[in-house]
C-alpha cells in the first residue's frame, strides 16, 4: 500500500479543458516530484519542491502548472493539453536534508487521456 | 551528468531458476542507486537502494543487488524466480550529488515462465 495518495486515479479530458491532478502524503516529506510516464518507458522528471519551493522545472510546457500549497499537498495544474500528453502522472515524495539518502515514495498515478 | 543504462529490454527466465536484471551507471562522485519495480497500470514500488558500504545489498521480495565499482555495474538479482516477479524493472540513480530526484533507465521487462 502507497502512502502517497494520487486523485483522480483516471481523468479524461478535452483539449480545451483546465483540470488539476492532486497529490497527498502524510509522511513528513518535504520534497515532492511530478513525473511523466509513458507506456513502457521510464518515468521522466517534471519539477521538484523542496520544502514547498519550486527546486526543478524540467523544461516543462507552461501548460503545466504545478503547486505546492503546504507540505502535503502538490497540484499539477492542467490546461489547454495536447493529445501526446496523455500519459501516466507520477507523484512522489522523499525526505529532503542535508545528508538524506532516502528513496521515492510513489502514488499509484493519474492516467490521463487527452482528447 | 548522472545517468544509467539498462541492456537488456527483456528477460526471461523460467520460475525456480536464478535471475539477474543489468545496469550500469555514470556518475561523478558516490553513487546513490536504486532499483524499483513496476506492476502494470501501479505506480513504482521500491526494492532497494546502494548509498554506502556492503557491496551485496539486500531488498524487498527477496531481491538483492550487488554494486561492483570496477565494473560500474549494480545489477539486480534473485536466486530462485516467480511467476509474480514478472513486471518491470527500473534501474535509477540520483541527479546530482546534492539533489534528490532519481533518474530512471529505460527499463527491463522480466518475463518468469511457469
Known amino acids: 500500500d502507497t502512502e502517497v495518495t494520487q486523485t483522480p486515479k483516471h481523468l479524461v479530458m478535452g483539449m480545451t479543458n483546465k483540470k488539476s491532478l492532486k497529490c497527498e502524503q502524510h509522511?513528513?516529506?518535504?520534497?515532492m516530484y511530478w513525473y511523466k510516464q509513458k507506456a513502457k518507458k521510464p518515468p521522466e522528471l517534471m519539477f521538484v519542491?523542496?520544502?514547498?519551493?519550486?527546486?526543478i522545472n524540467e523544461s516543462v510546457p507552461s501548460r503545466f502548472s504545478p503547486e505546492c500549497p503546504n507540505s502535503s499537498l502538490l497540484n499539477l495544474h492542467l490546461h489547454a493539453l495536447q493529445p501526446e500528453d496523455s500519459a501516466l502522472y507520477l507523484c512522489?515524495?522523499?525526505?529532503?536534508?542535508?545528508?538524506?539518502?532516502?528513496?521515492?515514495?510513489f502514488g499509484e498515478g493519474s492516467r490521463l487521456t487527452v482528447l | 551528468a548522472q545517468s544509467v543504462a539498462q541492456p537488456e529490454d527483456q528477460v526471461n527466465v523460467a520460475e525456480g531458476n536464478p535471475l539477474t536484471v543489468k545496469c550500469t551507471y555514470s556518475?561523478?562522485?558516490?553513487?546513490?542507486l536504486f532499483w524499483y519495480v513496476q506492476y502494470p497500470n501501479r505506480g513504482l514500488q521500491f526494492l532497494l537502494k546502494?548509498?554506502?558500504?556492503?557491496?551485496l545489498v539486500k531488498g524487498s521480495y527477496g531481491f538483492e543487488a550487488e554494486f561492483n565499482k570496477s565494473q560500474t555495474s549494480f545489477h539486480l538479482k534473485k536466486p530462485s524466480a516467480l511467476v509474480s516477479d514478472s513486471a518491470l524493472y527500473f534501474c535509477?540513480?540520483?541527479?546530482?550529488?546534492?539533489?534528490?530526484?532519481?533518474?530512471f533507465g529505460k527499463g527491463t521487462t522480466l518475463s518468469v515462465s511457469s
Open positions: 509522511m513528513g516529506h518535504r520534497a
Open positions: 556518475v561523478s562522485g558516490n553513487p546513490y
Open positions: 519542491y523542496s520544502y514547498e519551493k519550486l527546486s
Open positions: 546502494y548509498i554506502t558500504g556492503d557491496n
Open positions: 512522489a515524495s522523499s525526505q529532503q536534508r542535508t545528508g538524506s539518502t532516502g528513496e521515492l515514495f
Open positions: 535509477a540513480v540520483r541527479v546530482s550529488q546534492a539533489g534528490t530526484a532519481l533518474i
